[in-house]
């Protein structure tokens, strides 16, 4: 009897396991889309993503390169002051999107162009994503505000 117990325990323990691991691949498997890393232009320069890759690119929309198409198709270069990447967005912009302000893009990269599927752009006079400032800083190009 008492050996019985213990096959018995040691089955349920095992099958905890297998229904454990289980969930976690399954887990794994629904947020492998949902995970989006953050890119500076100087790292896509360095490192270019392949064209399936959907990543978040972030920086400064570089000023004299927005260019509104016919409809709503726009074309712009964001750059953290050390590379610039081309970006094409079909859709309405945020209202507080324009040249020299911050912004965060998700997409893939298309033969050298970023093809953004949402743009995101600061919310207010002083607010910019952390990534965007990080990126900024270690090419040396952003102020804090208040500091010109």
Do not use: W
């Not at 995970?35 to 270019?48: E, K, L, Q």
């Not at 050390?82 to 040249?99: C, H, N, R």
């Not at 893009?105 to 743009?119: H, N, S």
């Amino acid at each position: 009897m008492r050996g019985l117990k213990k096959q018995r325990r040691i089955q349920v323990i095992l099958l905890a396991t297998v229904c454990l691991f289980g969930a976690a691949a399954l887990i794994g498997y629904g947020l492998r889309d949902g995970i989006n890393f953050f890119r500076a232009p100087s790292d896509i320069a360095t490192a270019p993503p392949t064209p399936d890759e959907v990543f978040r690119i972030g920086g400064l929309v570089e000023q004299g390169t927005l260019v509104r198409g016919r409809g709503e198709t726009i074309t712009f270069n964001v750059t953290d002051g050390g590379a610039s990447v081309p970006v094409t967005y079909t859709g309405v912009l945020p209202d507080l999107f324009k040249e020299g302000e911050g912004m965060v893009a998700t997409g893939t990269m298309v033969d050298g162009v970023f093809r953004a599927t949402e743009i995101l752009a600061r919310h207010d006079e002083t607010y910019m994503p952390a990534e965007v400032i990080d990126a900024l800083q270690a090419q040396g190009v952003y102020q804090e505000p208040g500091h010109n």
